[in-house]
Every structure is written in structure tokens, then in C-alpha cells.
T-cell receptor, first 111, second 115 residues
């Protein structure tokens, strides 16, 4: 069974601090997506990473796909209260149409 | 910008009743999905749909569930006889093609409450 484990589960930081959240698996994935979800809303796609070692930047967010395509990280520089939310990683399971989601990291940025 | 829409936003139903959740995927997308998220838990895959048939379904998607694309626009999830444990947010998603770079876009969800 393919699983995505995210860490930490919860993170509360002050505005302006940097943080990194992780998405790990023992399985290899062809691609991996990061989403942000607000309470009561659907996940909003942030980025898709495809190539091992790939780094993508979205303003203050930096996403990296592990060289072996088994893990990924999301780094936020100078976090702002607007970054507060649930960050989810997701990936298609091999040979299927099915996506699995990570357990999520709930981030709270305090002003 | 095209988006996935879902109706209703909130559905309250009594145990044993049938519900139909509706989704309008992005118009040129080919793959459609339903997921659910029980409060405080992770997003769980229910079913994928391509070319007017189910591509894959999870163990959650038992005989009480069915999906349909009745008119080439809407994509529906029917729960025949709802149970208390069906209470969750249900999300529809679509993607344009199957390739590894094809991105999956989610609707805002329907909150189903079974009483």
C-alpha cells in the first residue's frame, strides 16, 4: 500500500519566520502535487513536481521533489498570516487512476 | 479561469435517504474523480471516471454508491441509502488527461450531513 506521510502535523509560527514541511513515502511516484485547503473548502492546487530533484518556486513558497521521487518538501520564506491553512501533498498511485493524499500539515501563522 | 463547481454546498439528509451530489467539471477535462473528507481526517479517494465508465474505485465505494455523467456536462455521485458515517465533505475533481503533468482541480465541496 502506498502512503504519504506529512510532517509536522501541526505548526504554529510567528509572522516572518521560515518553515519547511515534508511529504515522505517509501514508494516512488511519477509526480506529486501540493495543495492548500482552507476550512470548509476544496483543496487548491499550488504546484505539481514531476522530475526527481525538481525545484519550483511560487512567490515565497519553494517546492522540491526528492531525487528518488519518494519525497517532497515545501519551504515558506517569511511566512505571513495569509499562509495559514492545511497543506496537503498528493500523488497518483502507480498504474492506476487513483490519487492518494498525505495526512496534511496544519499551519498557523500568527501576526 | 475555468473551475469545477459543485451543488449543493450543504446537504442535510436523514439516514436511509438517497442523495445525489452534483459536479460540473472543467469543460475540456477527461478524467473525473470523487473524494471525501471526514471532518479532521485526510482526503480519501472514492472513484475515478473516464470515457463514461468507472476507471477505479476504492473499498469505500461499495454498492451504495454510484456515479454518472448523464449529459456530458454534469458528473454526479449518488448514495442510495445514507448512513451516519457518510457524513463528510465530498469533493469532485477533474483533470485534462492522464499524463504525469496533468493537474487535478478540485471543486469547493458539498458538505453532507446525515442525521
Amino acid at each position: 500500500t502506498q502512503l504519504l506521510e506529512q510532517s509536522p502535523q501541526f505548526l504554529s509560527i510567528q509572522e516572518g519566520e521560515n518553515l519547511t514541511v515534508y511529504c515522505n513515502s517509501s514508494s516512488v511516484f511519477s509526480s506529486l502535487q501540493w495543495y492548500r485547503q482552507e476550512p470548509g473548502e476544496g483543496p487548491v492546487l499550488l504546484v505539481t513536481v514531476v522530475t526527481g530533484g525538481e525545484v519550483k518556486k511560487l512567490k515565497r513558497l519553494t517546492f522540491q521533489f526528492g531525487d528518488a521521487r519518494k519525497d517532497s518538501s515545501l519551504h515558506i520564506t517569511a511566512a505571513q498570516p495569509g499562509d495559514t491553512g492545511l497543506y496537503l501533498c498528493a500523488a497518483p498511485t502507480s498504474g492506476t487512476y487513483k490519487y492518494i493524499f498525505g495526512t496534511g500539515t496544519r499551519l498557523k501563522v500568527l501576526a | 479561469e475555468p473551475e469545477v463547481t459543485q451543488t449543493p454546498s450543504h446537504q442535510v439528509t436523514q439516514m436511509g435517504q438517497e442523495v445525489i451530489l452534483r459536479c460540473v467539471p472543467i469543460s475540456n477535462h477527461l478524467y473525473f474523480y470523487w473524494y471525501r473528507q471526514i471532518l479532521g481526517q485526510k482526503v480519501e479517494f472514492l472513484v475515478s471516471f473516464y470515457n463514461n465508465e468507472i476507471s477505479e474505485k476504492s473499498e469505500i465505494f461499495d454498492d451504495q454508491f454510484s456515479v454518472e455523467r448523464p449529459d456530458g456536462s454534469n458528473f454526479t455521485l449518488k448514495i442510495r441509502s445514507t448512513k451516519l458515517e457518510d457524513s463528510a465533505m465530498y469533493f469532485c475533481a477533474s483533470r485534462p488527461h492522464r499524463g504525469t503533468t496533468a493537474e487535478q482541480y478540485f471543486g469547493p465541496g458539498t458538505r453532507l450531513t446525515v442525521t
